[in-house]
């Protein structure tokens, strides 16, 4: 079965109606998860459970998951082969909810909800689970037929409900979720379809998010992670959920409105790059030579802006910008190595250089670990391309992207760029000393003091951004990319 794709990613987000402005982000190797116990049980017979989720990190190791919620033995996960499992255990037995597809997409944003109602007399309507809008038909080898009508589940019971983790029991280990949640709804007493959540836009038909306007019952609750003090804060009105290892930098503006670029966990199939912190982070597993890394969001035209730091022990390193087709032809060494318009980028490396196209020349701008440093990139109509790179706020060799493109680099030698190719912004590194991290604008891996957003109000950076740049997230594109 080939990978899912029904998020909003990429440039394809659905614009105007109803806004998201945050999410919150979770890392399993931090073990960041919210959690509550209801003082008393509501409706553990019905009840929907609605949440947009954005995946950062991929193929966890087998007999693991990536919990999304659950209490008791009932939950809604990811298994160690990517896809959606539900499970409502009971008297011992589980009865598993999935279908054959795959979700891999970490460039977006899925919407599951799922709706349980034992008290119906048929078995297949006890639960029904849909994405982005779909009804998720169970496969008949695996199908959600036979838990008990009447049954009792662990949702809205006494236990205690867990978002972004699942523990087997006190002692067994337990499962975390890497990656962004946003817009987090339970309505207890109520099995709801996906229409109380979402609707299709009409111009684009892509599932967008609207607001829910019902009742929560007795233990429902509604999370919009708007109040950075209080991740953990119940819209809704009803008993918070106590953070465990998230606090206010946690927050993140990278929604499903509104989708940022982050590196590309896909570029991990051979096991050559460890990502984490919400895809900002990036360092390779091992010692491996020079590897170049990619955003997961691409641009052809138009002007963009990201920061990026080298974290501890990082040495022999680079930040610019890569094409995104063909991955083979230059994953497997620097930015700029290669001569052929199969493996078009240019970098700006550690000891003062630049790459482009099999060349280089020496630039006599160094940098080092806790630099953060600015990348600018313009692709004119006419396909010539230009990059800029400041070094804690300030521009190199008197470039001001603002005003022009003197001084900057020209990308591909100043011709234009091939139009039929996709960029992004990238990093290389050459050993695994350490990471690069970086932020594109929706959720920063390094602490950000100042706060800088683009024109549009959008992005939230250390340095100001150049006049007529943006950050490359789905609003930005379509309006300039």
Not at 345 to 359: A, L, V
Request: charged share 15%.
């Amino acid at each position: 079965m080939a990978d899912i794709n029904l998020g909003v990613g990429g440039a394809n987000s659905a614009t105007g109606g109803y806004d998201i402005a945050n999410s919150c982000k979770f890392e399993a190797d931090n073990s960041e998860y919210l959690s509550k116990t209801p003082s008393s049980a509501g409706n553990q017979k019905t009840w929907t459970f609605s949440a947009w989720v954005k995946r950062t990190e991929l193929g966890l190791t087998t007999g693991k998951a990536a919990m999304i919620f659950g209490s008791g033995d009932t939950y809604l996960h990811f298994v160690a082969t990517d896809k959606l499992i539900a499970n409502l255990r009971t008297g011992g037995t589980n009865f598993f909810y999935y279908s054959e597809r795959l979700f891999r997409d970490t460039s977006a944003w899925y919407h599951f909800v799922l709706a349980c109602d034992t008290t119906q007399s048929t078995a297949s309507n006890r639960l029904k689970l849909y994405v982005n809008g779909v009804y998720e038909s169970p496969t008949e080898s695996n199908g959600y037929t036979n838990i008990a009508q009447n049954a009792d589940t662990g949702i809205n019971s006494t236990n205690e409900h867990e978002i972004g983790k699942y523990t087997l029991d006190e002692t067994t280990y337990a499962e975390f979720f890497s990656g962004y949640m946003a817009e987090m709804h339970l309505v207890d007493g109520t099995a709801l379809d996906h229409t109380s959540f979402g609707e299709f836009d009409e111009d684009s038909g892509i599932w967008k998010p609207k607001a829910y306007t019902g009742s929560y019952g007795t233990n429902g609750f509604y999370l919009d992670f708007t109040d950075a003090s209080n991740m953990g804060n119940d819209a809704n009105g009803g008993t918070d959920f106590a953070e465990t290892n998230i606090t206010a930098a946690d927050q993140a503006t990278d929604t499903p409105t509104n989708n940022f670029c982050t590196f590309n966990p896909l570029q991990t199939v051979t096991g050559k790059w460890v990502v984490s912190n919400g895809a900002t982070s990036v360092i390779q597993a091992a010692d491996h030579g020079y590897l170049t890394h990619a955003g997961n969001m691409g641009f052809k035209k138009g002007k963009w802006y990201a920061e990026f730091k080298a974290g501890t022990g990082t040495v022999q390193a680079g930040v610019g910008m890569n094409q995104l087709d063909n991955t083979g032809a230059w994953e497997n060494s620097y930015i700029g190595a290669y001569t052929n318009s199969t493996a078009i980028g240019m970098c700006k490396s550690q000891d003062g250089y630049f790459y482009r196209n099999g060349g280089s020349g020496a630039l006599g701008v160094t940098w080092a670990a806790g630099d953060i440093l600015g990348i600018a990139i313009v692709i004119n109509a006419d396909g010539t391309g230009f990059l800029g790179m400041s070094k804690n706020g300030t521009w190199e060799n008197s470039q001001d992207p603002s005003s022009g493109t003197s001084g900057m680099l020209g990308l591909y030698y100043g011709n234009p760029l091939p139009d039929n190719l996709f960029h992004s912004f990238a990093i290389f590194t050459r050993r695994n000393n350490g990471p690069m991290i970086a932020n594109f604008g929706g959720y920063s891996g390094f602490t950000v003091s100042s706060g800088n957003s683009d024109a549009n109000g959008y992005g939230n950076f250390e340095y100001a951004v150049p006049t007529g740049y943006y950050a490359l997230c789905t609003k930005n594109l379509a309006e300039y990319g």
